[in-house]
T-cell receptor
Framework: GAGVSQSPSNKVTEKGKDVELRCDPISGHTALYWYRQSLGQGLEFLIY????????KSGLPSDRFSAERTGGSVSTLTIQRTQQEDSAVYLCASSLRHTNTEAFFGQGTRLTVV | GNSVTQMEGPVTLSEEAFLTINCTYTATGYPSLFWYVQYPGEGLQLLLKATKADDKGSNKGFEATYRKETTSFHLEKGSVQVSDSAVYFC????????????FGTGTSLTVIP
């Protein structure tokens, strides 16, 4: 596609519910990243996929968070039993190769847990 | 390990003032360096980049020079405009396995008329 696409753009959910966030990277990009940005904060790394390699999950804050990438393309970030502290903007990015190339970001999904 | 340290904000400048946002890094190997900008309510977009020592990245009047000897990549602009108000992130990318993009904490810039 023309750019990284994320859906939904906004999500309001009740505490304790599960949510799924979707990322559609730029076609042909083998690397995909998820970051979290809390209000007024920097970028918190969550997870990184590169081709068929095992993902780097070192940034996932708890076992309530998981992500998968099907067919090396679309990725889904799942948050189970959401908590209020999960409220943030979740950003997805993709890059053409895993070495020294720029990452392209989506517009993000703003998650609000009430 | 790899990390980026960025000048803390917020920064408030008058229109036409000179801007410098400091960024230093620690990296193994030979990283590429980036500045990303996030305008209010929008996602991050690449502002400029440099892939090797002494390279100068430039875009929209902004410049940054990759200084290997001081491990720095400071962002500068000679005359800021109100439309430059945004959050600026310094980042590096390295070769290797695992997460390869490392971001600074961001610097918020407000330009007042």
């Amino acid at each position: 596609g023309a750019g990284v696409s994320q859906s939904p753009s906004n999500k309001v959910t009740e505490k304790g519910k599960d949510v799924e966030l979707r990322c559609d990277p730029i076609s042909g990009h083998t690397a995909l990243y998820w970051y979290r940005q809390s209000l007024g904060q920097g970028l918190e790394f969550l997870i990184y996929f590169q081709g068929n390699s095992a993902p780097d999950k070192s940034g996932l804050p708890s076992d309530r968070f998981s992500a998968e990438r099907t067919g090396g393309s679309v990725s889904t970030l799942t948050i189970q039993r959401t908590q209020q502290e999960d409220s943030a903007v979740y950003l997805c990015a993709s890059s053409l190769r895993h070495t020294n190339t720029e990452a392209f970001f989506g517009q993000g999904t703003r998650l609000t847990v009430v | 390990g790899n990390s980026v340290t960025q000048m803390e904000g917020p920064v408030t400048l008058s229109e036409e003032a000179f801007l410098t946002i400091n960024c230093t890094y620690t990296a193994t190997g030979y990283p590429s360096l980036f500045w990303y900008v996030q305008y209010p309510g929008e996602g991050l977009q690449l502002l400029l980049k440099a892939t090797k020592a002494d390279d100068k990245g430039s875009n929209k009047g902004f410049e940054a020079t990759y200084r290997k000897e001081t491990t720095s990549f400071h962002l500068e602009k000679g005359s800021v405009q109100v439309s430059d108000s945004a959050v600026y992130f310094c980042a590096l990318s390295t070769a290797g396995t695992g997460n390869q993009f490392y971001f600074g904490t961001g610097t918020s810039l407000t330009v007042i008329p």
